[in-house]
C-alpha cells in the first residue's frame, strides 16, 4: 500500500554540481508531476509527465532543469550546475490518469540545500 | 497567469472552536482541491470537488465548490490539537492539462 515515494528526503549539493530527484508514483498511477515549494510559500507546479513522455513542462526553468519518466523505473527531476536559487523542496505527485476528477497525492519530497 | 487567493494567512483558534478558510480567484477553476501538509512532509489530499455548488464532507471538514467556480471554502468543526498545520487550497483551471495551482497556505494553530 506504498504511497508516492521521493528520494532522497535530503540532498545537499555545492554550487555547480548536479542534483537527481527521484519519484516512484503510486501502484497503478502512470502519471507524475512535479512542483517546487519555497520556505512560507504554496507550490509551484513545474512539470507533468506520463510515461516516456512529457506533457507539459510550462513551469520548468528553461536551463538546467529537465525530467523524465521512463517506461520502467522511477521519474526523475535533473537540476544541472545548481545554484543557491535552486534550495527548495521539490515534491512529486501521481494520479491514475490526467484528466479532471483524478486527484493527486504527493510523496513527502526531497528538501534540497545548496552550498 | 492564475492565481489563488488564500485567507486569512494564519490563525490561532480554542480547541473547540469551528474554523473557516478559502480561496478565491479571478478565473473559473474546474476543480478545487483542499490539502494539509505537516511540517516535513508532503500535502494530504482533504476534500476534492468537483462540480460547481458541490458541498463535501470529510469528518469534521466540509468545503464547497462555488458557485460562481471562482472560490472554494473549507470549514473545520470543533477543532482539535492535532489540527495543527498548513492548509492548502488547489485547483485547476481552464485550459490546465493537470497541473494544480496552489494558494499561499492558512497555517492554524490551536491553543490546548
Known amino acids: 500500500n506504498a504511497g508516492v515515494m521521493q528520494n532522497p528526503r535530503h540532498l545537499v549539493r555545492r554550487r555547480g554540481q548536479e542534483a537527481r530527484l527521484r519519484c516512484s508514483p503510486m501502484k497503478g498511477h502512470s502519471h507524475v508531476y512535479w512542483y517546487r515549494q519555497l520556505p512560507e510559500e504554496g507550490l509551484k507546479f513545474m512539470v507533468y509527465l506520463q510515461k516516456e513522455n512529457i506533457i507539459d513542462e510550462s513551469g520548468m526553468p528553461k536551463e538546467r532543469f529537465s525530467a523524465e519518466f521512463p517506461k520502467e523505473g522511477p521519474s526523475i527531476l535533473r537540476i544541472q550546475q545548481v545554484v543557491r536559487g535552486d534550495s527548495a523542496a521539490y515534491f512529486c505527485a501521481s494520479s491514475p490518469w490526467g484528466q479532471r476528477n483524478q486527484p493527486q497525492h504527493f510523496g513527502d519530497g526531497t528538501r534540497l540545500s545548496i552550498l | 497567469g492564475q492565481q489563488l487567493n488564500q485567507s486569512p494567512q494564519s490563525m490561532f483558534i480554542q480547541e473547540g472552536e469551528d474554523v473557516s478558510m478559502n480561496c478565491t480567484s479571478s478565473s473559473i477553476f474546474n476543480t478545487w482541491l483542499w490539502y494539509k501538509q505537516d511540517p516535513g512532509e508532503g500535502p494530504v489530499l482533504l476534500i476534492a470537488?468537483?462540480?460547481?455548488?458541490e458541498l463535501t464532507s470529510n469528518g469534521r471538514l466540509t468545503a464547497q465548490f462555488g458557485i460562481t467556480r471562482k472560490d472554494s471554502f473549507l470549514n473545520i468543526s470543533a477543532s482539535i490539537p492535532s489540527d495543527v498545520g498548513i492548509y492548502f487550497c488547489a485547483g485547476q483551471g481552464q485550459g490546465s492539462q493537470g497541473n494544480l495551482i496552489f494558494g499561499k497556505g492558512t497555517k492554524l494553530s490551536v491553543k490546548p
Open positions: 470537488l468537483y462540480k460547481a455548488g
